[in-house]
């Protein structure tokens, strides 16, 4: 297990990381660049029979974590700083290696969300030149939520990428779907394509193919995935890779290769554990069409307050004045909807007024503030839509881990935070689900 840290030279650990070389061996490692899409593959990898424990950051050394096949930790480093986001992604794979992985993944949005200022690229990078390799590939493919790339660009459903609802994204809109283009960008390497026609002939074919392409220098391959079996086919070429940079559905096929190395044991029960009581509440940040739909559909049977920016100076005044509200609602025991969720030209006239990144981070504050009040006056089960929201609330909560439960809609389990209080949390990806997600959530742990 030595030689693990021998090969990563830029990975400096600490003493007390280093003791962790001494216990048992985890076989995937991984880092996602925002806390829903960390759900998302950890939902894929326990389907797939890895006992799987998502932490929120990186966990001190001597956090004692239940025995698992995979660990991912989630980040909350989509749109920060590129420098930002390599240094905490950095610290993640340190922590990994520590708890000797066998290959790294690095999870990113199945919209590829990202700038042209990164990090995406930035932090594929960093990653490529700690652990020493040559190449990697990149792949956001996920055909079960309609992302699939076709000779390098990305589309939603049948639309590109830029011709989507993502174009208005009020962060990271991508008005781009060429991912060669985009990557090239953001990445000092070079970056090429490995086209469908070579990754539907086949895993020894891919294989083959990436390998010809290291030898001519290129870091980063953008790969075509179509339909699933792509997915298990890149999955079954990068056996040998110690990095892979994709969504979640590029983590289909990995599973597999460890329990053909017999490294893995059977599929396994994705109930939650034991019972959960209190009362419910939906917490809605994201714009997105999908939470859109979701938020009118909700809104029509249930008590819903509207979160409104605009209303006070201060987060905390808009919070209480939601929780006002609701009193009567949350007092009966119902569910409550509370959302920001609105049109893009309101997301524009907000941003005129406010700016940017200060409307942004005062909803964020907002729904935390919300979160833990909710908590204190006994809601047990949350659903929070919207990535940097999810973020928001978890770090409110104080969430360190999550072990992950029976799946929702692809891409979206319902989870349980690892703490002596009792709390279930569904964290939604933005774009994720059908009309009546939030409706069949709750069914589903009542």
């Known amino acids: 297990m030595l030689m693990v840290v021998a090969c990563v030279p830029s990975i400096n650990l600490s003493l007390a990381l280093a003791l962790h070389l001494l216990t048992m061996t985890v076989l995937l490692g991984c880092i996602a660049d925002d806390f829903t899409g960390a759900t998302d593959l950890a939902n894929t990898l326990v389907r797939d029979g890895m006992r799987t424990v998502q932490t929120i950051g990186v966990p001190s050394a001597d956090t004692d974590l239940p025995e698992c096949d995979a660990l991912v930790v989630a980040l909350k480093s989509r749109t920060i700083p590129a420098v930002e986001a390599v240094a905490q992604s950095l610290a993640a794979l340190e922590w990994l290696l520590a708890r000797g992985v066998r290959q790294v993944f690095f999870k990113i949005c199945s919209t590829f969300d990202s700038t042209d200022a990164g990090n995406i690229g930035q932090v594929a990078d960093a ?6 390799e040559e190449i990697a590939v990149v792949c956001p493919a996920y055909p079960a939520n309609r992302r699939t790339v076709y000779q390098g660009y990305l589309f939603v459903g049948d639309a590109l990428l830029s011709d989507s609802p993502m174009r208005d994204h009020p962060l990271t ?8 283009r985009i990557l090239g960008r953001q990445s000092r390497y070079p970056v090429s394509l490995l086209p469908w026609s070579i990754v539907s002939a086949g895993a020894p074919a891919t294989e083959e193919a990436l390998a010809s392409l290291a030898a001519q220098g290129v870091r980063h391959v953008v790969a075509d995935a179509v339909r699933d079996e792509d997915l298990f086919t890149l999955g079954a070429a990068c056996r040998k890779m110690r990095l892979l940079t994709g969504g979640a559905g590029l983590a289909l096929g990995l599973p597999e290769n460890f329990r ?38 909700m809104a029509s049977r ?19 004045a939601a929780l006002s509200k609701a009193n009567g609602a949350l007092a ?47 809601v047990r089960r949350l659903v ?7 973020g928001a609330v978890v770090a409110a909560l104080g969430v360190q881990a999550l072990t992950i439960g029976p799946q929702i809609d692809p891409g979206v389990p319902w989870t349980r935070v690892l703490g002596p209080k009792p709390l279930l949390l569904a964290l939604k990806s933005g774009n994720f689900g059908g009309p009546d997600f939030f409706s069949r959530a709750l069914a589903m742990v009542q």
Do not use: W
């Open 127 to 132: 990653l490529l030149d700690a652990l020493g």
């Open 173 to 180: 809109p991508m008005t781009d779907a060429n991912l060669i």
């Open 260 to 297: 053909r190395a017999g490294l893995l044991s059977d599929r396994m029960d994705t109930e939650l554990p034991g019972h959960v009581g209190g009362s419910a509440a939906v917490l809605a940040g994201s714009c997105s069409e999908a939470t859109r739909a979701q938020v009118a559909e």
């Open 302 to 320: 249930h008590t819903s307050v509207l979160i409104d920016p605009l209303a006070a100076d201060t987060a905390t005044a808009i919070a209480n």
């Open 332 to 378: 009966r025991g119902e569910t409550v909807l509370f959302y920001s969720s609105v049109e893009p030209a309101t997301v524009a006239a907000i941003q005129s007024r406010l700016g940017l990144t200060p409307s942004a981070a005062l909803v964020e504050e907002t729904f935390a503030e919300l979160a833990k009040a909710l908590v204190a006056q006994g």
């Open 384 to 390: 929070v839509a919207g990535g940097e929201t999810s």
